[in-house]
């Protein structure tokens, strides 16, 4: 099954070419303009460099493009750190053979000054129909780099049949004292995963756990960062201070890992992948996952039938997630800038084609409202009050931020969710690492 990453773990060699690419560029900004013989899309078209499960997004918008303008926009689908290379290569030898890439989010600080301003762009309009996150992650010091295609946050699954079924409802306010309905808060969320974490068919092994617990990937301990409270998540960009270790982000561990006992073993190793088959298994009673998921259910899952989305949970600083977005940018250096950014304009205006592709992910708020009481679109409600949350926060913007993810964050959580782990000890640790790295 295809799905878009909103970010991974890359090999040692792509992210250390990450903390070298901002000088790079910033010295062949002053170069020759790109095009070239190997731009694929030639002297009458485009070419739009993207990552394999974010074409089919942009593929409705460029059709649309070449039968309104007769320009012909080819798409150029590579894997995700494929698609980080080339950028990287190209921009630092200053002439690119593609006008526009889309972008990572936590790739736009590292490729900023090898990429052309979009300021016009971005009217006050355009920003008033983007999540303020977006507005804020497609800045890099004064500009905007990047026009937001799509976007992506962690919401909640649940199981319809056991939170719709009469017993577990009367049995849970029993307990609980109060009705059982899709958790909002930490407290709620920790209740239903404890009542559902059970034995099934009595053979006396827990085959039905409440919830999962990821130590594999980070953004879910992230979003619990901002549920928090937390302004700064792991560190303050502007600042350079380390903010790992402070309260909130203890109180976001201790809670992550408090889960631990609703869950199944082996989280240290647990993944998005992983965690998504044990939902679709009909092992797990909830799971908080990207909202782009709603729509790629299994036709022979078990839950096909019975799957529920509501928007991610909050903690004492509220709801949060964390923006999974991607942008088009226009490298500083392309033949074709202005024809590039024509694009862009028209992809922003035409950002509505995307909701009926096999991912259905858009940006713009009117996009994402376009579709509200449509079947199959129950999870944009969800995604849309998830990302207008006030602590829905982007992450640090800094280019060290894929070498902090994999050498010192998810570490990090891989050894706290093992028993007896000194969380406190963890963070300092932790704090440590950043500091060695951002210096």
Same mark, same amino acid.
């Given at each position: 099954?295809?799905?878009?990453?909103?970010?991974?773990?890359?090999?040692?060699?792509?992210?250390?070419?990450?903390?070298?690419?901002?000088?790079?560029?910033?010295?062949?900004?002053?170069?020759?303009?790109?095009?070239?013989?190997?731009?694929?899309?030639?002297?009458?078209?485009?070419?739009?460099?993207?990552?394999?499960?974010?074409?089919?997004?942009?593929?409705?918008?460029?059709?649309?493009?070449?039968?309104?303008?007769?320009?012909?926009?080819?798409?150029?689908?590579?894997?995700?750190?494929?698609?980080?290379?080339?950028?990287?290569?190209?921009?630092?030898?200053?002439?690119?053979?593609?006008?526009?890439?889309?972008?990572?989010?936590?790739?736009?600080?590292?490729?900023?000054?090898?990429?052309?301003?979009?300021?016009?762009?971005?009217?006050?309009?355009?920003?008033?129909?983007?999540?303020?996150?977006?507005?804020?992650?497609?800045?890099?010091? %004064?500009?905007?780099?990047?026009?937001?295609?799509?976007?992506?946050?962690?919401?909640?699954?649940?199981? &319809?049949?056991?939170?719709?079924?009469?017993?577990?409802?009367?049995?849970?306010?029993?307990?609980?004292?109060?009705?059982?309905?899709?958790?909002?808060?930490?407290?709620?969320?920790?209740?239903?995963?404890?009542?559902?974490?059970?034995?099934?068919?009595? %053979?006396?092994?827990?085959?039905?756990?409440?919830?999962?617990?990821?130590?594999?990937?980070?953004?879910?301990?992230?979003?619990?960062?901002?549920?928090?409270?937390?302004?700064?998540?792991?560190?303050?960009?502007?600042?350079?201070?380390? &903010?790992?270790?402070? $309260?909130?982000?203890?109180?976001?561990?201790?809670?992550?890992?408090?889960?631990?006992?609703?869950?199944?073993?082996?989280?240290?190793?647990? %993944?998005?992948?992983?965690?998504?088959?044990?939902?679709?298994?009909?092992?797990?009673?909830?799971?908080?996952?990207?909202?782009?998921?709603?729509?790629?259910?299994?036709?022979?899952?078990?839950?096909?039938?019975?799957?529920?989305?509501?928007?991610?949970?909050?903690?004492?600083?509220?709801?949060?997630?964390?923006? +999974?977005?991607?942008?088009?940018?226009?490298?500083?250096?392309?033949?074709?800038?202005?024809?590039?950014?024509?694009?862009?304009?028209? $992809?922003?205006?035409?950002?509505?084609?995307?909701?009926?592709?096999?991912?259905?992910?858009?940006?713009?708020?009117?996009?994402?409202?376009?579709?509200?009481?449509?079947? +199959?679109?129950?999870?944009?409600?969800?995604?849309?009050?998830?990302?207008?949350?006030?602590?829905?926060?982007?992450?640090?913007?800094?280019?060290?931020?894929?070498?902090?993810?994999?050498?010192?964050?998810?570490?990090?959580?891989?050894? $706290?969710?093992?028993?007896?782990? %000194?969380? $406190?000890?963890?963070?300092?640790?932790?704090?440590?690492?950043?500091?060695?790295?951002?210096?």
């Amino acid at each position: 099954m295809k799905k878009l990453r909103t970010h991974a773990p890359r090999t040692r060699r792509v992210v250390i070419a990450a903390a070298g690419v901002a000088a790079a560029v910033a010295l062949s900004g002053c170069g020759a303009g790109g095009g070239g013989p190997e731009n694929e899309g030639g002297a009458d078209g485009l070419t739009v460099v993207v990552e394999g499960g974010g074409k089919a997004e942009l593929q409705p918008i460029a059709d649309l493009y070449n039968e309104e303008t007769g320009t012909e926009v080819t798409l150029v689908e590579l894997p995700y750190a494929g698609l980080y290379d080339r950028i990287a290569s190209e921009l630092q030898a200053g002439s690119p053979s593609f006008d526009v890439a889309a972008l990572d989010a936590i790739w736009l600080t590292s490729f900023a000054p090898g990429l052309a301003p979009l300021d016009d762009l971005f009217t006050e309009d355009v920003q008033a129909d983007l999540f303020d996150g977006l507005v804020t992650e497609a800045m890099a010091g %004064d500009s905007f780099v990047g026009m937001p295609v799509w976007t992506n946050s962690e919401v909640l699954f649940y199981r &319809t049949d056991l939170f719709e079924d009469e017993q577990n409802k009367a049995d849970f306010e029993q307990e609980y004292g109060y009705p059982l309905t899709p958790p909002t808060t930490w407290e709620q969320y920790a209740d239903a995963a404890e009542f559902f974490t059970r034995d099934t068919d009595g %053979d006396g092994v827990v085959d039905l756990y409440g919830t999962d617990v990821k130590g594999a990937v980070e953004t879910e301990w992230l979003a619990t960062v901002s549920q928090a409270g937390e302004e700064h998540m792991v560190l303050d960009a502007e600042s350079g201070e380390v &903010t790992i270790d402070n $309260a909130a982000h203890k109180e976001a561990l201790d809670y992550y890992v408090s889960l631990l006992p609703y869950a199944p073993s082996g989280a240290a190793q647990l %993944d998005w992948a992983g965690s998504q088959n044990l939902f679709y298994q009909g092992n797990l009673a909830m799971m908080r996952f990207w909202g782009h998921a709603y729509r790629q259910t299994p036709a022979d899952s078990p839950v096909k039938d019975s799957i529920g989305v509501a928007p991610m949970i909050g903690g004492p600083g509220g709801v949060a997630g964390v923006p +999974g977005a991607w942008y088009l940018s226009v490298p500083a250096t392309g033949a074709n800038q202005e024809a590039a950014k024509e694009f862009i304009a028209f $992809a922003y205006e035409h950002n509505d084609l995307a909701a009926d592709t096999s991912l259905g992910l858009v940006a713009r708020k009117s996009a994402f409202e376009s579709k509200a009481g449509e079947e +199959g679109f129950e999870n944009y409600t969800a995604l849309v009050e998830t990302l207008e949350a006030p602590q829905t926060l982007p992450r640090p913007a800094t280019a060290k931020w894929q070498e902090i993810v994999d050498s010192v964050l998810i570490p990090t959580l891989q050894r $706290a969710v093992e028993p007896g782990a %000194d969380t $406190a000890a963890l963070l300092a640790e932790a704090r440590s690492q950043i500091e060695a790295i951002v210096q």
